[in-house]
């Protein structure tokens, strides 16, 4: 993880340590937003990257484990950046081969922010890493869990930012 | 004097739950808390190679209004970015005070009637046994029972372990833990 520092993850939708803008919120569960992921861009990854996951976490919600909104492997190497809705259900905006692992909603795709109303603001990671595998063989429905070990034990750099939504009590 | 009336008024709000709370124990006779857990326990997917059978486990002392309860075993440790949930038992009637041995068996032949497996994060809805990485530090696995004020969490067929934890955290009116710890040595 030599160049690791200059590995870099940005939105132009989102800008870190700021609250996410209400479009980006989930469309169930009592949310009501247009549940679209936002646009990722990352430069300066690792010479020897073969592939590259995202994902985006809440370390906050009260499940016991967090809460895991997407979920997306084996986006090819010379890829950069995933755009505007992306993380449609299908697949059909991705980059071709990158697949979306099952989110903590049970959906293949982007499940946007949806935090219990009243709650403090929680904290969205988004992550993305450099993996040292081009694909990672997941068997069909794996868990974010399991794919979150397939791409710890297979990383060599990531680069996060963090941003915060909240709901505001009814 | 205002201060003092606003910290009685505080203690006694607070002392039935906390009284409930401190009655509720959750014991295995299988695994005693901060001591290994017996290789039997261990699952037998991912390269690991136990009897992948769930221990036995009892409680007691469940607060008053208590309308079923749930079971669940996650290890913290587990580098994942989100730990890893190995058994999620919901709806076990609240006149069950025990899981018997292979409880988790998924046949689901083993649970009290009516009560059902989450699908956990190795992909299936049963007790799915530790399986730490070789040569980690001794993982950590908390076992939890919940006390919750439904008789029944209505949840999807294929609900996520996370899902039926934000609903079980939602419900639940007492909880009861001990942690265990396991390991795998590396192979030479």
Request: hydrophobic share 40%.
């Amino acid at each position: 993880m030599t160049d690791n520092s200059a590995f870099t993850l940005a939105s132009p939708d989102i800008r870190a340590d700021a609250p996410i803008d209400a479009q980006f919120e989930f469309d169930g569960f009592g949310c009501s937003g247009e549940n679209k992921s936002p646009a990722l861009k990352w430069s300066g990854a690792p010479k020897d990257t073969k592939s590259f996951a995202v994902t985006v976490y809440d370390p906050d919600a009260p499940t016991g484990s967090g809460w895991w909104h997407w979920f997306v492997v084996n986006i090819p190497r010379e890829v950069n950046e995933l755009k505007d809705n992306a993380g449609a259900e299908g697949g059909a905006n991705l980059p071709k081969g990158a697949v979306q692992v099952r989110n903590d909603y049970g959906s293949a795709a982007w499940g946007g922010v949806c935090p219990p109303e009243g709650d403090p603001p929680h904290r969205y990671v988004f992550t993305v890493f450099a993996l040292k595998t081009d694909k990672l063989e997941l068997p069909p429905g794996a868990s974010p869990a399991l794919a979150g070990f397939m791409v710890n034990a297979n990383a060599i750099g990531k680069s996060s930012f963090t941003a915060k939504y909240g709901r505001s009590k009814k | 004097m205002r201060i003092r009336t606003l910290l009685a008024i505080t203690a006694f709000a607070g002392l039935a739950p906390w009284a409930q709370a401190a009655g509720f124990t959750l014991t295995s006779p299988d695994i005693k808390p901060n001591s290994m857990i017996d290789k039997k326990f261990e699952a037998n997917v991912f390269g690991c190679s136990g009897e992948n059978k769930s221990p036995a486990l009892k409680w007691s002392g469940a607060p008053k209004g208590t309308k079923s309860f749930a079971v669940t075993v996650y290890d913290p440790d587990a580098p994942t970015g989100s730990g890893f949930w190995h058994w999620f038992v919901i709806n076990i009637p609240a006149n069950v005070d025990e899981l018997k041995p292979d409880a988790g068996n998924a046949s689901n032949a083993n649970l009290p009637p009516g009560a059902k497996q989450v699908r956990i994060d190795y992909g299936f809805a049963a007790w799915g046994g530790p399986c730490p990485p070789e040569g980690d530090k001794p993982h950590r696995y908390i076992f939890t029972v919940y006390a919750l004020k439904t008789d029944k969490l209505d949840l999807p067929a294929d609900a996520t372990a996370a899902v039926a934890g934000f609903m079980t955290n939602a419900n639940q009116i007492g909880k009861a833990s001990f942690t265990a710890k396991y390991g795998r040595p590396k192979q030479k």
